[in-house]
């Protein structure tokens, strides 16, 4: 069983110290791995800000999180598959980064300034604007219609476990919604 394999098992499971260390393992192993620091950035976050957790770990969950952070970001930053996701993650809760929401919307700009190609990366453009201006509403419902439709967009969320399935989740809601005039 492979390391994505092991960790979804254990996020299932709500087994958050062993998933920690098995991504820890994971990164020591193979430091170049984007999606093992994606993942170690989106469990923290999730862990922080969606899950039950002992409170008194607390610190140290939102210290490991700004450290993968850092050390990821220093790694990755002219990687656009790296800005998006780490983006995206730091917009649902950009205090524990110790950045501003326009630094992680930022970052999802230039991923797809880097990548100008990728629906996915477009489509995240419009996740930062305002959603009570009607024609920023309608872009952000087209593009999530068209992301969905993309069989490849399909293949890369699902190679991403709870992140990927969190932004597809996202994507649903979005293409569901009605177009007002």
């Not at 994505?4 to 193979?30: G, H, R, V, Y």
């Not at 201006?133 to 069989?151: D, F, G, H, R, W």
């Not at 890369?156 to 932004?167: M, N, P, Q, R, T």
Request: charged share 30%; aromatic share 14%.
């Amino acid at each position: 069983m492979d390391w994505k394999e092991q960790l979804s098992k254990l996020e299932q499971s709500k087994d958050w110290k062993s998933a920690i260390a098995l991504i820890q393992e994971t990164i020591n192993q193979n430091s170049s791995s984007i999606d093992a620091y994606l993942s170690m950035n989106y469990l923290l976050m999730n862990l922080l800000v969606e899950e039950q957790y002992d409170p008194n770990g607390h610190d140290y969950y939102a210290g490991l999180l700004k450290k993968y952070f850092i050390e990821s970001y220093a790694k990755f930053s002219n990687n656009p598959e790296y800005l998006f996701y780490i983006g995206q993650i730091a917009c649902i809760s950009e205090w524990y980064f110790d950045i501003e929401i326009e630094e992680a919307q930022s970052m999802m700009k230039k991923a797809s300034e880097l990548e100008p190609g990728s629906i996915l990366y477009k489509w995240a453009n419009y996740s930062g604007l305002d959603m009570r201006e009607s024609s920023n509403k309608e872009k952000m419902i087209v593009y999530a219609k068209q992301t969905l439709s993309e069989p490849e967009v399909k293949r890369e969320l699902k190679s991403k476990g709870a992140l990927g399935k969190y932004l597809w989740d996202s994507l649903e809601y979005w293409s569901k919604e009605e177009i007002t005039k």
